[in-house]
């Protein structure tokens, strides 16, 4: 290893974390993030990594997020990639989980870490979360080969396309409940390198693949949904449809317009997902009659 420092690119998209306050509630604030940074401490330390950090224009609460910024944030990173050791992105919180599950799809042999970050209390304020989970996220990228997209927050390093944001209160804001933390950050930095992804061959390229905007929708299942619901999901030209539904991948078979409505949308080539309300364990569809009408209908299990 050459003693050069290692190199992180930092990409600040918005999020609680570089917001003030203002007269409609928090807000991002162009340029005060940085400008937080450059009276810290923290980050004046030798044992940080050489850091790049650039801001995304506009800055966004992530509620306003769509695959185009995703899509901006991959270029971003597919810009810098060969002049830094890692990467972190700095979003809001929010949907978080959303951008760091489409962009490990979007980074097509990615060998470097892209770590997500953000915070539940802004720095501005004197209690917060967003010194350590920046602090640790940087770190992260700059000392861990893990060619992953993952998010580091409240200690924890998750599998960013396994990660959900399960509290809106506690500093452990997310959560991978069907696989276990990648890393924790304590007293010092642990890596569980046995669950880390193998890193791409040697002098892979990274290419962004664009994913577009596919008509996709999402339907939580309720007791006593009407159909009409779930058919205007369905209709032309959507391409996909996830259906939350109950259990192991149950629903409403009992429903004869609800199972024509999937079976309709599915041969005109739509795919329907089953995922599951429950925060654990999987889909089984075969399981319950009321799972493989579903499948019947042409809908498949999401695993
Ligand atoms: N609304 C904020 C956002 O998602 C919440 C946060 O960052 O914690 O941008």
Redesign the pocket.
């Known amino acids: 290893m050459s003693g050069a420092k290692r190199r992180v690119y930092v990409s600040n998209t918005?999020?609680?974390?570089g917001m003030r306050l203002g007269p409609s509630g928090y807000a991002p604030a162009p340029g005060y993030l940085a400008e937080q940074l450059a009276t810290s401490t923290a980050f004046r330390s030798a044992s940080l990594p050489e850091l790049v950090i650039s801001e995304q224009q506009p800055l966004?609460?992530?509620?306003y997020m769509t695959p185009g910024d995703w899509l901006r944030i991959a270029q971003d990173i597919a810009a810098h990639y060969d002049a830094f050791d890692g990467f972190v992105v700095v979003h809001?919180?929010?949907?978080?989980a959303y951008t760091a599950s489409a962009l490990p799809f979007m980074l097509e042999g990615l060998g470097k870490p892209v770590i997500l970050t953000?915070?539940?209390v802004p720095l501005c304020e004197l209690r917060n979360d967003a010194l350590e989970n920046l602090l640790t996220a940087i770190l992260i990228a700059a000392q861990e080969p893990i060619p992953e997209v993952c998010i580091f927050f409240g200690g924890r390093l998750l599998r960013g396309c396994r990660a959900t944001k399960v509290d809106t209160q506690d500093f452990e804001a997310f959560s991978s409940p069907n696989l276990a933390p990648l890393g924790h950050a304590g007293v010092s930095i642990g890596i569980d390198w046995s669950r880390v992804r193998p890193a791409p061959q040697e002098g892979t390229a990274l290419r962004v693949v664009d994913i577009g905007r596919p008509l996709v929708g999402a339907l939580r299942l309720f007791p006593g949904i009407p159909s009409a619901l779930i058919r205007s999901m369905l209709l032309p030209p959507v391409a996909g449809l996830v259906l939350e539904a109950y259990g192991s991948g149950t629903g409403p078979g009992n429903d004869a317009d609800f199972l024509a409505a999937i079976r309709e949308a599915t041969d005109q080539g739509a795919v329907v997902v089953v995922t599951s309300q429950c925060l654990h364990g999987g889909t089984s569809l075969g399981g319950y009659a009321a799972g493989s009408c579903l499948a019947a209908a042409g809908a498949v299990g999401g695993a």
């Not at 966004?60 to 509620?63: Q, W």
């Not at 809001?92 to 978080?96: I, L, R």
Request: net charge negative.
């Open positions: 918005g999020g609680t974390i966004l609460d992530s509620a809001g919180t929010d949907t978080m953000g915070s539940q």
